[in-house]
């Protein structure tokens, strides 16, 4: 049985598509990644898949169980770690536990073991009886991590679970989500528009933008799409060296810009040393500079999509102000 | 099953009572209106109010105690039902709404923490008037007293999680109040009589089930009464029963 299975998934708000015929499968104890930038239906998809929304078209299946006909087996099946805070700010960390675990039904015993865990496991013990609105964000965040796991769900979904978090607690939490895939085995589905997130992850990773899926594979197999590493090598004169370069039989592609060119080759540590062998003396030219790039999956987002996350996130944001405008103008 | 939904009624209930008496400034600031509403028109009208057909023995600040007790349970139950949307605002509801507990055990345990809450109120504001000077004419009244009570505010937390539960953000709330729990409170007798109303309001008042429940508690507590009890106990508990089942239905609808 498939953990997450999604076909042709479709919500529409008021004729627009949010979600556009979305079909993935996720493998029972994989991390499995939705990536795209924000507001490309990756947190609709989500709603959907966990209850909270009704599909406008399409069918799925979690931990085996149909989202639209057994609504209460999926809620039973899934942990949900919301992209905005979801914790009552005037209960403790523990008081937040205990109501979750109650409303899952879990008897006194199994309650109070599985909350000493799920601290242990965050390293929160010591807050738990804070109030929540004296928590900082990235507390926040691993208690609602604690309490998606509870009830020992089989699923859990993360959405954009660092978001708004700085680097070191991003770290922190990057930890604890594969520690819990390890030690209690449970299958992750995290939506994120970070790819180092994904990347650093998912063990397969689907690239989302305007609602559409656009391709699906493991992060190396999306990085190798582009043909390899990039050595980006200054030389002079520029002529004579890219002459040489496309002699290799190593490279796999020479271009030039910037006063750069480029090599695309596999395994670029490995190129350095063999540009190193070159006779400069002979060949007539010399290399002043070495930069590798490893392509990221924001290279094979631009590749597929034509520009970057950030720069669809930035346009996005000009309609989103623009909207805003126009509702002050009624 | 049964005691799962007992369970998510407790939890619910717990919920509210941690809250409540932990935002000490909401228990006091409920109250105030009220009393402030008792002080004023209770010993400024005293004086000069008598209404055909109402015993000697009972003044205007006992007319009026009651009907304020009906208005405490009304603006806390309707708070209470309406409280939803907080929890939409602050993301909480998604976590419950995700969870499998059952929908109508969900709004029961809203209703049981309300419905606490704002006995606690009404008892706190009957305690009070006692010392500005109210005499229950029938101390077994106050058993009768509690019903009606328990009534207004279960039906009125229904009817709150019900208008809760199509409005999409906090921004409709002071409209609720101006354009539904005002008129509900003016119109259902607090200050005066129904039977001063000319006919055509009359049959708005009527209308209103909150005019059943300040009726009710007057019978119970001060023995005066326009409407016999068991009608006015019939009325409020259908209305009671029906706005449970119709809350209930609507938050089961809703989508976060």
Same mark, same amino acid.
């Given at each position: 049985?498939?953990?997450?299975?999604?076909?042709?998934?479709?919500? %529409?708000?008021?004729?627009? *598509?949010?979600?556009?015929?979305?079909?993935?499968?996720?493998?029972?104890? =994989?991390?499995?990644?939705?990536?795209?930038?924000?507001?490309?239906? *990756?947190?609709?998809?989500?709603?959907?898949?966990?209850?909270?929304? *009704?599909?406008?078209?399409g069918k799925a299946n979690v931990w085996g169980y149909d989202i639209l006909t057994q609504r209460d087996e999926v809620r039973n099946s899934i942990g949900i770690v919301f992209q905005e805070p979801a914790l009552d700010n005037r209960l403790t960390g523990y008081e937040n536990l205990d109501f979750h675990a109650r409303l899952y039904g879990l008897n006194k015993t199994k309650r109070e073991k599985r909350i000493k865990e799920v601290l242990d496991l965050v390293e929160l013990q010591d807050k738990a009886k804070v109030l929540v609105k004296n928590y900082s964000g990235g507390m926040q965040r691993r208690l609602e991590i604690a309490r998606g796991l509870m009830h020992y769900p089989k699923v859990l979904f993360l959405d954009e679970p660092t978001l708004g978090l700085d680097t070191q607690t991003r770290r922190h939490i990057w930890d604890y989500v594969l520690k819990l895939n390890q030690k209690e085995g449970t299958t992750i589905i995290l939506t994120t528009h970070y790819m180092e997130e994904a990347d650093f992850l998912c063990q397969r990773t689907a690239i989302i933008d305007f609602g559409k899926i656009i391709v699906n594979d493991t992060p190396f197999n999306l990085k190798?799409?582009?043909?390899?590493?990039?050595? &980006?090598? =200054?030389?002079? @004169?520029?002529? =004579?060296?890219?002459?040489?370069?496309? %002699?290799?039989?190593?490279?796999?592609?020479? &271009?030039?810009?910037?006063?750069?060119?480029?090599?695309?080759?596999?395994?670029?540590?490995?190129?350095?040393?063999?540009?190193?062998?070159?006779?400069?003396?002979? *060949?007539?030219?010399?290399?002043?500079?070495?930069?590798?790039?490893? @392509?990221?999956?924001?290279?094979?987002?631009?590749?597929?999509?034509?520009?970057?996350?950030?720069?669809?996130?930035? &346009?996005? &944001? %000009?309609?989103?102000?623009?909207?805003?405008?126009?509702?002050?103008?009624? | 099953m049964v005691s799962k939904n007992l369970e998510t009624i407790y939890v619910m209930w717990l919920r509210e009572m941690k809250r409540f008496f932990r935002a000490k400034s909401r228990v006091v600031g409920t109250l105030a209106m009220p009393f402030f509403?008792?002080?004023?028109? +209770?010993?400024?009208? $005293?004086p000069s109010f008598n209404f055909p057909g109402m015993p000697q023995n009972i003044n205007y600040l006992d007319f009026l105690v009651p009907g304020i007790i009906g208005m405490t349970m009304l603006f806390n139950s309707m708070f209470a039902g309406i409280s939803?949307?907080?929890? $939409?605002?602050?993301?909480?509801? $998604?976590?419950?709404?995700? #969870?499998?507990?059952k929908r109508p055990a969900i709004v029961l345990g809203r209703i049981a923490g309300g419905v606490t809450t704002a006995l606690f109120q009404g008892f706190l504001l009957l305690i009070i008037s006692l010392f500005l000077g109210f005499?229950?004419?029938?101390?077994?009244? !106050?058993?009768?007293?509690?019903?009606?009570?328990?009534?207004?505010?279960?039906?009125?937390? +229904?009817?709150?999680? /019900?208008?809760? #539960?199509?409005?999409?953000?906090?921004?409709?709330?002071?409209?609720?109040?101006?354009?539904?729990?005002?008129?509900?409170?003016?119109?259902? +007798?607090?200050?005066?009589?129904?039977?001063?109303?000319? #006919?055509?309001? $009359?049959?708005? /008042?009527? /209308?209103?089930?909150?005019?059943?429940?300040?009726?009710?508690?007057?019978?119970?507590? !001060?023995?005066?009464?326009?409407?016999?009890?068991?009608?006015?106990?019939?009325?409020?508990?259908?209305?009671?029963? #029906?706005?449970?089942?119709?809350g209930s239905w609507l938050f089961s609808k809703s989508q976060v």
């Amino acid at each position: 049985m498939l953990a997450i299975e999604v076909k042709n998934l479709t919500k %529409e708000f008021n004729g627009l *598509k949010a979600v556009n015929n979305v079909t993935f499968e996720v493998k029972q104890g =994989e991390i499995f990644g939705l990536l795209g930038p924000n507001g490309a239906g *990756k947190t609709t998809t989500v709603k959907m898949l966990t209850t909270l929304l *009704k599909p406008t078209k399409g069918k799925a299946n979690v931990w085996g169980y149909d989202i639209l006909t057994q609504r209460d087996e999926v809620r039973n099946s899934i942990g949900i770690v919301f992209q905005e805070p979801a914790l009552d700010n005037r209960l403790t960390g523990y008081e937040n536990l205990d109501f979750h675990a109650r409303l899952y039904g879990l008897n006194k015993t199994k309650r109070e073991k599985r909350i000493k865990e799920v601290l242990d496991l965050v390293e929160l013990q010591d807050k738990a009886k804070v109030l929540v609105k004296n928590y900082s964000g990235g507390m926040q965040r691993r208690l609602e991590i604690a309490r998606g796991l509870m009830h020992y769900p089989k699923v859990l979904f993360l959405d954009e679970p660092t978001l708004g978090l700085d680097t070191q607690t991003r770290r922190h939490i990057w930890d604890y989500v594969l520690k819990l895939n390890q030690k209690e085995g449970t299958t992750i589905i995290l939506t994120t528009h970070y790819m180092e997130e994904a990347d650093f992850l998912c063990q397969r990773t689907a690239i989302i933008d305007f609602g559409k899926i656009i391709v699906n594979d493991t992060p190396f197999n999306l990085k190798n799409i582009l043909g390899g590493d990039v050595l &980006s090598i =200054e030389a002079e @004169p520029a002529k =004579e060296a890219f002459n040489v370069f496309q %002699e290799f039989s190593w490279v796999k592609k020479v &271009s030039q810009h910037n006063g750069f060119i480029d090599l695309t080759v596999e395994q670029g540590e490995k190129k350095i040393p063999l540009l190193m062998k070159i006779d400069q003396k002979e *060949k007539g030219f010399e290399i002043k500079s070495v930069n590798l790039r490893k @392509p990221t999956l924001e290279d094979v987002f631009l590749h597929f999509t034509g520009r970057t996350i950030r720069e669809r996130e930035a &346009s996005q &944001s %000009e309609k989103n102000k623009m909207m805003m405008r126009g509702r002050f103008k009624r | 099953m049964v005691s799962k939904n007992l369970e998510t009624i407790y939890v619910m209930w717990l919920r509210e009572m941690k809250r409540f008496f932990r935002a000490k400034s909401r228990v006091v600031g409920t109250l105030a209106m009220p009393f402030f509403f008792l002080l004023a028109m +209770g010993f400024g009208l $005293k004086p000069s109010f008598n209404f055909p057909g109402m015993p000697q023995n009972i003044n205007y600040l006992d007319f009026l105690v009651p009907g304020i007790i009906g208005m405490t349970m009304l603006f806390n139950s309707m708070f209470a039902g309406i409280s939803v949307l907080w929890d $939409k605002e602050f993301g909480f509801l $998604k976590e419950i709404m995700v #969870s499998p507990a059952k929908r109508p055990a969900i709004v029961l345990g809203r209703i049981a923490g309300g419905v606490t809450t704002a006995l606690f109120q009404g008892f706190l504001l009957l305690i009070i008037s006692l010392f500005l000077g109210f005499h229950i004419v029938n101390p077994f009244g !106050i058993f009768l007293a509690f019903i009606f009570m328990i009534l207004i505010g279960i039906g009125f937390i +229904g009817f709150g999680v /019900a208008i809760a #539960s199509v409005m999409e953000d906090t921004q409709g709330f002071s409209l609720i109040m101006q354009l539904i729990v005002f008129p509900i409170f003016l119109l259902s +007798g607090v200050f005066f009589p129904v039977s001063n109303f000319p #006919s055509w309001l $009359k049959i708005i /008042a009527l /209308a209103d089930p909150l005019t059943y429940g300040v009726d009710g508690l007057r019978g119970a507590l !001060i023995n005066f009464s326009q409407i016999s009890l068991p009608l006015n106990l019939i009325i409020l508990s259908l209305f009671a029963f #029906s706005m449970v089942v119709f809350g209930s239905w609507l938050f089961s609808k809703s989508q976060v």
